[in-house]
T-cell receptor, first 117, second 112 residues
């Protein structure tokens, strides 16, 4: 059973460019969330996708956008890259409890290291 | 903003000793999850404790939760050099829909 898979593992971009990161959730999971982790800090929630819609969003600008596909996989897009966007981007997957809407174990991928120069 | 705060920020112990990490949070929660992160890698799920539970065990791990004090602790017994990593607590707040809020983590070093 494959866990959460992310690609690419590392990439370098120039300021002003755009980047797309990809994630496949764990088998059986239908909810994908994205987190940004700056060096030496804890992860920060960017947004969450469920049923191909953005359901929740953290305190991130509109330059950060995403998409979820019918097979539950997801993409994170960041436009007009800034030096401060350099971070580890983590994808998390879970199964959405229809009653509680939360409360299940959340699994993370290995992350995509983005360096903006 | 970070809801949880881990304490201590860094911990250095000898192999075989026990390691205790604490986490405090601010709002009502559905559950609290502990994760381990090796340098530059992804997060590995360790244990989930629900708001109506007070203690859970998994192998050498013991997690406690005190909702009245809004705090949790992670105890690693008989530590090994391979336990060297950063440990994070993450809260799943009530009605937050699986959105985790992380603390800054505890960096544990276990010396052989």
């Amino acid at each position: 059973d494959a866990g959460v898979t992310q690609s690419p593992t590392h990439l370098i971009k120039t300021r002003g460019q755009q980047v797309t990161l990809r994630c496949s959730p764990k088998s059986g999971h239908d909810t994908v969330s994205w987190y940004q982790q700056a060096l030496g800090q804890g992860p920060q929630f960017i947004f969450q996708y469920y049923e191909e819609e953005e359901r929740q969003r953290g305190n991130f600008p509109d330059r950060f956008s995403g998409h979820q596909f019918p097979n539950y996989s997801s993409e994170l897009n960041v436009n007009a890259l800034l030096l401060g966007d350099s971070a580890l981007y983590l994808c998390a997957s879970s199964y959405r409890d229809r009653v509680l809407y939360s409360g299940n174990t959340i699994y993370f991928g290995e992350g995509s290291w983005l360096t903006v120069v | 903003s970070q809801q949880g705060e881990e304490d201590p920020q860094a911990l250095s112990i000898q192999e075989g000793e026990n390691a205790t990490m604490n986490c405090s949070y601010k709002t009502s929660i559905n559950n609290l999850q502990w994760y381990r992160q090796n340098s530059g890698r992804g997060l590995v799920h360790l244990i989930l404790i629900r708001s109506n539970e007070r203690e859970k065990h998994s192998g050498r791990l013991r997690v406690t939760l005190d909702t009245s004090k809004k705090s949790s602790s992670l105890l690693i017994t008989a530590s090994r050099a391979a336990d060297t990593a950063s440990y994070f607590c993450a809260t799943d707040a009530r009605n937050a829909g699986n959105m985790l809020t992380f603390g800054g983590g505890t960096r544990l070093m276990v010396k052989p």
